[in-house]
């Protein structure tokens, strides 16, 4: 049988986001949560919201990053 993935969590995802607004490192986002380095930067990196029309809140939003993953994962 092959590896067995767990997805985020939603709140996984919102304390990223707090601890992103705090300058927390990745590193050690990674070590609390026990993922990996890159699952926190493909996260980020995945679901970063950017508005041209709205340049002030580009940002990422866990709640918001978790529906978009549960709306990919759902195609």
Wanted: include cysteine; charged fraction near 30%; proline fraction near 3%.
């Amino acid at each position: 049988m092959g590896a067995v993935y767990a997805q985020l969590s939603v709140k996984e995802r919102v304390q990223i986001e707090r601890w992103k607004l705090a300058k927390v490192p990745v590193r050690e986002m990674a070590r609390v949560l026990q993922r990996s380095k890159a699952t926190i930067y493909r996260e980020i990196k995945r679901n970063w919201f950017s508005d041209e029309c709205l340049p002030g809140y580009d940002g990422y939003y866990g709640a918001a990053a978790h529906r978009q993953a549960t709306d990919r994962r759902a195609r």
